[in-house]
Each structure stands twice: as structure tokens, then as C-alpha cells.
């Protein structure tokens, strides 16, 4: 008995691994405004949905670093869902407030850009396998608001 369990629960996880899952991709990040106090940046994020149908977006979250130091982290609750079967273009705001640019300051000086890292987790509701978070990071020089 106890091998016919272990054989179902071994088929079962290879049926869930080699589901196709959403893909998704952050392809920019960009200055969006100045507020009183804070700095606000966009990132942009297409994920693509192989299914027939739309697929909730739980939350994203957010974690933006400069110099090895956190500058920016968040979720976005429920922002949306996915099209069925095309290519959703999603914008994440983060926001950095003013205080912490002026402790990058040294670094906006040594080469009139901020060098930064941007981690985003999205969170989906996919059907039978429940929540699950698409991992996604890109690095640049750009985000100095002065460029």
C-alpha cells in the first residue's frame, strides 16, 4: 500500500512540475515623477498567460537596492489579473523617499547615476497548484532623475 501511495504522489508532482506556468519579464525601469517626498520610478513587467483564461494576480512585491542597501521595498495588493492567453503589461510604482537619495549622494557624485537592483516577486493564483510567485531581478545605472 504504502508503495502504491509513494508511486501516485511521485505522478501527481511530475504532472504539476511540467504544467505550463505564466512567463514573465521586468523590460524597464524609468524616472515617473517628484513628489514632495518621495522620488517615484516605474517598472515595467509583461508576463505572458499560456492559459485560456484569466489568472488572478495576487500581489507584487518589491525590493529596490542601491550600494547593497535596501532604498525601496513593498507589495501591491490585488492588481489585477493576467489577459487569457496574451501578454499582460503590468507597472509597478516604487517609491524612494527623498531622505535616502541624499545618503546615495556619494554615489550620484562618483558617476552621476545610482546603480541599483530590482527584485519583484509576482504572486499568481494558478488553478489546482494555488499561489505561486514568479521570481524576476534586473541591475542598472539609470535611475539618477537627472539623466
Do not use: W
Not at 10 to 28: G, L
Not at 100 to 129: F, H, M, N, Q, R
Amino acid at each position: 500500500m504504502s508503495q502504491l501511495l509513494d508511486k501516485a504522489k511521485n505522478f501527481v508532482a511530475e504532472k504539476v512540475a511540467n504544467i505550463k506556468k505564466p512567463e514573465a519579464s521586468i523590460d524597464d525601469v524609468d524616472f515617473k515623477r517628484v513628489s514632495g517626498d518621495s522620488v517615484e520610478y516605474l517598472a515595467k513587467v509583461s508576463v505572458a498567460n499560456p492559459y485560456g483564461h484569466p489568472i488572478l494576480i495576487c500581489e507584487i512585491s518589491y525590493t529596490l537596492k542601491s550600494a547593497g542597501r535596501v532604498i525601496a521595498s513593498g507589495t501591491m495588493p490585488d492588481p489585477g489579473s493576467l489577459k487569457a492567453s496574451d501578454t499582460t503589461l503590468l507597472e509597478v510604482p516604487v517609491k524612494v523617499a527623498h531622505s535616502i537619495l541624499v545618503t546615495l549622494a556619494k554615489d550620484i557624485c562618483a558617476d552621476s547615476d545610482i546603480d541599483y537592483e530590482l527584485d519583484l516577486g509576482l504572486t499568481i493564483d494558478l488553478p489546482i497548484i494555488g499561489n505561486f510567485t514568479i521570481p524576476l531581478s534586473t541591475k542598472g545605472e539609470h535611475l539618477f532623475v537627472g539623466r
